[in-house]
């Protein structure tokens, strides 16, 4: 992701910009991670994506806020914390067709309501992320 962005902010005088710093680091992110997680617990229209998730959001808000650091080109805690590949710590949840897109929809309006994300920055994590979320939905599996 980093990469992609700050190539598209490549200026002739200065250093690319990431989009981490672009959007405000990461006081930005943890808003945009807590945001999230507060509608996946709050809208009825996450409802199979909230059951996939124990009582308490605060630690996966913040685990997922991490991730989105490392993956916008900030700091990569997360990802040097042996956690793993993001696709094969979901490998035991049942993700579906219909709970990817619950994601991706929660995540878009996260991102959305996110004012210090410029508009560009904010398209491409909408792609990409709902990308993500949409892949680790079975293959085969038709959307409902």
């Not at 897109?101 to 990409?128: C, F, L, S, V, Y």
Request: proline share 6%; hydrophobic share 45%; aromatic share 6%.
């Amino acid at each position: 992701m980093a990469d992609n962005l700050a190539a598209a902010d490549a200026r002739s005088d200065t250093q690319p910009t990431l989009p981490y710093t672009a959007i405000g680091g990461a006081q930005t992110v943890q808003a945009l991670a807590h945001r999230f997680y507060a509608l996946v617990g709050s809208d009825p229209a996450y409802a199979e994506l909230r059951a996939l998730h124990g009582p308490d959001l605060d630690a996966i808000a913040d685990s997922l806020a991490g991730f989105l650091s490392g993956w916008l080109g900030g700091p990569r805690d997360w990802f040097e914390s042996g956690r793993g590949c993001i696709f094969s710590l979901h490998g035991a949840v049942p993700i579906d067709h219909r709970t990817a897109g619950q994601w991706a929809d929660a995540m878009a309006r996260a991102i959305a309501a996110e004012t210090r994300i410029p508009p560009r920055i904010a398209e491409e994590m909408q792609d990409k992320l709902g990308r993500m979320a949409r892949a680790m939905a079975p293959r085969g599996e038709t959307a409902s």
